[in-house]
């Protein structure tokens, strides 16, 4: 049907396509200067819709990141979905989201990508494109385009990345000593000594940490959960139950001591959720805080401020592999490497014990003094 629309001054063409499920009619429509422009038109829209393309002449690449952001990640954890909207409100929308979905081209796409190369790291790249990636896979599934270019590009080599490091042995001490009278420090402690991802250490809850388990048990913690959306560690393997290190059982017990006073003195106040690292209410912590209160434990000990938390693990790996422990085992302890069939499968209960990175720490740093 053609007819000449008084209000916008021009010739409007559409096509019936019934009704959506709400009870809303279909009607795509294209416009034009002259009835032979709209006819032209209504060929073209139609070809589409043999072939199954339904996208409006002005759905835009910014139309599909964001249908995407709003339906494509129902039930993913709150810090995912934050975590792409800035990624794609800093990275795809400002450069891309004009374009129109339908008129997209792999060179487009490859042009975009080269010029993110220049500020963004090769993971970080990888990263981008596969949120321009699956918005264009969320509207293939929708009838909004007929194929996802971005399939047929790759990701150009980017900026060098931040690269991981590993404190000395001379640092960590510094580290520790700096840390020890923070509420930080039994944290800081378990991380270095035990290697468990800060993920796991945020988790972490006192029914986990046996300090003086019964019979020939040594003291140990169950490393089963993490701040993931559904409670599970990174990996099956990463589930695992460790012994620790005099120094952190010591550690531990004296922050017991000091948690205990906090939930007294704030009484209702306190959120029973028996985390072993809260805030003084109980409540968990915030991964930006631990960072920031970090930054001034290796500041006090005279490292530079740029060190983060989750550097503590890779140090606990680098300072076993010094102390001659072979990658196998390190890799165990760390929940990175094959485990037993036994410790898979039947990953609930307390032994076997894992307990070489333990009794490396209590080598490498000793036991703590007790005070007279």
């Known amino acids: 049907m053609i007819y000449w629309d008084e209000s916008k001054q021009r010739w409007v063409g559409a096509i019936s396509l019934g009704y959506t499920p709400s009870g809303r009619r279909r009607r ?7 009835k032979t422009e709209v006819r032209g038109k209504l060929r073209e829209l139609r070809k589409e819709l043999e072939v199954g393309d339904r996208t409006p002449a002005n759905y835009a690449v910014a139309d599909a990141v964001n249908d995407w952001l709003a339906r494509g990640l ?16 800093k990275h795809v929308l400002p450069l891309l989201g004009r374009a129109k979905l339908r008129e997209l081209t792999a060179d487009d796409v490859d042009d975009w990508l080269d010029d993110r190369a220049e500020v963004l790291a090769t ?3 990888r990263v981008v494109l596969s949120i321009l990636r699956r918005s264009i896979d969320h509207a293939m599934r929708r009838d909004k385009v007929r194929r996802n270019v971005t399939l047929l590009v790759e990701v150009p080599e980017g900026q ?10 001379d640092q960590a001490r510094a580290v520790l000593a700096a840390a020890r009278w923070s509420r930080l420090y039994a944290y800081v402690v378990l991380s270095l000594l035990v290697g468990v991802r800060t993920e796991e250490a945020r988790s972490m809850t006192w029914k986990h940490v046996h300090l003086r388990p019964a019979g020939d048990v040594p003291p140990h913690a169950e490393v089963w959960r993490s701040v993931r959306r559904h409670g599970d560690t990174k990996t099956r393997k990463s589930r695992r139950t460790l012994k620790l290190p005099a120094l952190v059982v010591a550690a531990l017990v004296e922050h017991r001591y000091r948690q205990q006073d906090e939930r007294i003195a704030y009484g209702l106040l306190w959120d029973a959720s028996d985390l072993v690292f809260a805030t003084t209410t109980g409540q968990v912590l ?9 930054r001034s434990i290796v500041k006090a000990a005279g490292l530079a401020p740029e060190w983060t938390p989750r550097e503590l693990r890779h140090s606990f790996v680098s300072l076993m592999s010094d102390h001659g422990i072979p990658v196998e085992k390190i890799a165990r302890v760390v929940g990175h490497g094959s485990t037993t069939t036994t410790e898979v499968v039947y990953r609930k209960q307390i032994r076997p014990v894992i307990t070489e990175g333990a009794d490396t720490m209590d080598v490498i740093f000793g036991e703590p003094a007790h005070e007279a």
Request: net charge positive; hydrophobic share 35%; glycine share 6%.
């Open 286 to 294: 915030d991964a930006a805080n631990v960072r920031r209160a970090f």
């Open 123 to 125: 993971s970080s790249l």
């Open 74 to 89: 129902k039930g993913r954890d709150p810090a995912t979905v934050s975590k792409n909207r800035i990624l794609a409100e």
């Open 160 to 169: 060098a990345g931040r690269p991981s490091k590993s404190l000395t042995l």
């Open 28 to 34: 795509p429509k294209v416009y034009g200067k002259t």
